[in-house]
Structures are given as C-alpha cells and as structure tokens.
C-alpha cells in the first residue's frame, strides 16, 4: 500500500475511533483535554509507523494500546501517578514494566458502552446546557466547531471557547468520571437526548461539505439511542427520540440521486425507505405513548415522521394532521425552526398562501437571518403561488447562505426552474 492510502487508511480508521479512544482514556486519565491529547499523540504515532509496518488487523485496538502507553509513560514523567494513585489505582494496579495495562476490565460499568458513559460525563450538571451538548457534539460525534456552530445558530469562535471552558471545568471539578445512577441519571437524561438527537441531525442532513448525508453519524446515533431506550425503559422521551432518528433513518438510502443530488421528501422512491427500520420506529412510538408521552417533544416529533412513513405515495400525506401536530408542538417546544416547519405544513395542508402568512410573522425572526431553509421554504410558497420572479430571489438567497454543496446545487436548480 503506497504511503498516501496508508495515511488515508490511518485518517479513516482514527475518525471511527477517536470517540471511542476518547471515552476510554478519559476513563483512565480523569480529564477530557488530556484524553483528546493522548488520542492525537496516537495518531501521530500511527501516521510515523503504520507506513512501514502496515495498518494492524485491528487498528483501534492498536490506537488504543499506543495512547495509554502515552498516558502511563506522561503520568510517570509528569510525576502525576503519585497524586492520582488513589483515584486510579484500579486501572494501574497490577502495571509491569513494560508500561502496558490491562484496563478494559476496570473501565466497564453498568451502562456497557463507554462513548454513551462519556456522553453522560459531559452532560454533568457542572456545565451550561449548551456546554454539555457542544461538547458531546465535539468528543462523541467528532463534528468540527464550525458544524456545532451551525447546529447552535452560533459562531465558531463562541463555539470554540464554549468547549475549551467545558473541559477546564470538567477538569477542575475533580470528577470521577462514573456513569451517573438514579435521580441524577434521570436529571441528566433531557440533555443526552439533545445530544444524540443532534449528532443524528448532522448525518442527516450535514451542515457543509461536499455530501449531503454522513450516515455513520446517523448509525451512530441510532446505536446510542438503542441503548438508552434499553438503560431507560419507562422513559417515554428516550422510546420518542429512539422512534424519531429510526423512522428518519429509513428514508436515508431515498435522499439522494446516484449522482448525490439531493431528492426532496415529495419526490421519494418511496419502495427504498427501509420497512425494517420503520416498523422499529413506529413500536418505539408506541412505546412512549403507551407511557404517557405522547407529547412529549420527541414523541410529536415523530408522530409527524410517521404520518410521511404511513403514506405509501406522496399524495396520500395527511398533511392536515400534520399541520395540528405541529400545533401542538409549538405549544411544547417553542422555537423559530418549529415555526418554520408548522409554516411548511400548512402550506401543504392549506395552499402556499397559508405559508405565507405564517412565514410572515417569523420573517424577523434573529435565528433565522441566515438559516438557509428560511428562504427556501419561502421561495418554494411562492413558486407553487405562482410568483416565479419573487420565487427565484428566495432560492438564489438560501443557495447563498447554504454550506452544504449538494444542497447548494439543488437551490440553484430551483432558482433556475423559475426562468428569467
């Protein structure tokens, strides 16, 4: 293998990884900052010997191996082992001089999965709300400040500072780094789900970049929400969230063209969303509403995902019921984006002029001054309105505002579609 798609290998694997190399060192070493560094230092480590040697048959076993050979060889030097004996004695005891330990053993707990364990770590009630979701974003699901920026309505900078704070305060509040139990686990639940429901987001429909979609993030928020629905089971709102990213998830395989062209939902091939994943949707659904959540934010949420799930043509959407749960939801999540979509429904439901007026009185809103499907979804009432000139400005504005190409390139179809 030639050195470029060696270090292409190595970037691949090290992005799959990184989540799971932080959560466990951070178990280990008691600070997230340092977990992040000694994951890097792996990294570089791989890139310096993997060219040579080749890329191992199980290279996230080897990355890990390589950063806590880093942490024991850092804590020896720094002189830390001493002071952070009582705290890890655990994971180091039982060390030889090779400077390898088997800690694996002593990082299980009863959660048995150690990204959503970090997930639990940063949504400690030590931190800000946006803090707690920022940083999971950032360590779980790998995104970059720019994509959490873009997540927040935010700016990278404030982003930026956002995370460099939360990890100091993790640090300095001389954590154990245990998966929460009880009372406090149910306190921290509202925030983890934000988190994952977020990182689906971004695999659903990415912020920037040339693709349109980044399905490992969606698997992987499905992976997480599986098993918090399984750690929860009377948490209606876990089994809601669990419903929502399932039936979303179904139509990932219909979103694109061949060409990775985006195809809006109305335009579907419908026969490609998966049946599986919808049926486990719809039985999460169940679930939350057999609990007494049906609304609950997530469960709404995806009660609207299921009213598109049930109709097998476009044509057969009951948009009206759409348009009162959107109602509904306005009452439970207030939110400019609600607002936006509960216009979008009644367009469907009630003619684009009916959109219009909704769009109207959310125009100002400051969230979405530069939100893209702002505009888009006021060209697209114009154009069914019949205003193509009006129209045409509206999708050449959300093309601009847009950093996602793909989805860039369909709002520029759009605009040419009005004519001149």
């Known amino acids: 293998m030639a050195a470029t798609e060696t270090h292409q290998?190595?970037?691949?694997?090290?992005?799959?990884?990184?989540?799971?190399?932080?959560?466990?060192?951070?178990?280990?070493?008691?600070?997230?900052?340092?977990?992040?560094?000694l994951a890097q230092d792996a990294l570089v480590t791989a890139l310096s010997e993997w060219p040579q040697t080749g890329v191992p048959k199980n290279p996230g076993a080897w990355l890990m191996a390589a950063a806590k050979r880093r942490a024991i060889d850092r804590l020896r030097r720094e002189r830390m082992l001493a002071r952070k004996h009582a705290e890890i004695n655990r994971d180091l005891e039982g060390e030889r001089d090779t400077g390898l330990v088997d800690i694996e053993a002593a990082m299980d707990d009863d959660v048995g999965d150690e990204l959503l364990s970090l997930i639990f770590i940063a949504c400690h009630p030590v931190l800000p709300t946006e803090a707690r979701t920022a940083l999971t974003l950032r360590l779980i699901g790998g995104l970059t400040t720019d994509e959490i920026a873009r997540a927040f309505f935010s700016n990278e900078a404030t982003i930026a500072q956002r995370i460099v704070r939360a990890k100091k305060t993790l640090r300095n509040a001389g954590l154990t780094f245990e998966v929460p139990r009880g009372k406090e686990r149910k306190e921290r639940l509202a925030s983890v789900l934000e988190v994952i429901y977020l990182i689906f987001n971004e695999g659903y429909s990415a912020t920037a970049g040339e693709d349109l979609i980044r399905p490992a993030l969606c698997v992987e928020a499905q992976r997480l929400g599986r098993i918090l629905a399984g750690l929860a089971p009377d948490e209606p709102e876990a089994f809601g969230l669990l419903a929502l990213i399932e039936i979303q998830a179904s139509r990932l395989a219909a979103r694109t063209a061949p060409d990775g062209s985006l195809v809006p939902l109305t335009e579907q091939n419908r026969t490609r969303w998966d049946q599986l994943l919808i049926r486990r949707g719809l039985a999460a659904l169940d679930r939350a509403e057999a609990l007494g959540g049906a609304n609950g934010a997530y469960a709404l949420q995806a009660a609207l995902a299921a009213c598109h799930a049930r109709a097998r043509k476009a044509g057969e959407t009951d948009w009206t019921r759409i348009a009162a749960l959107y109602d509904t939801l306005k009452d439970v999540m207030p939110s400019p984006v609600v607002d936006l979509n509960r216009a979008v429904a009644y367009s469907m439901a009630f003619g684009p002029e009916a959109g219009l007026t909704l769009i109207g009185e959310i125009d100002q809103a400051a969230a979405l001054r530069n939100y893209a499907p702002m505009p888009a979804a006021k060209g697209d009432f114009l154009f069914r309105a019949g205003r193509l000139a009006e129209a045409k400005v509206q999708f050449e504005r959300a093309a601009a505002l847009t950093r996602n190409e793909r989805e860039k390139a369909f709002l520029v179809s759009r605009a040419a579609a009005c004519g001149g």
């Not at 691949?12 to 340092?34: H, K, S, T, W, Y």
């Open 9 to 37: 290998a190595i970037e691949a694997v090290f992005r799959i990884e990184q989540a799971r190399l932080i959560a466990g060192l951070a178990r280990m070493v008691r600070d997230v900052d340092l977990a992040e560094e």
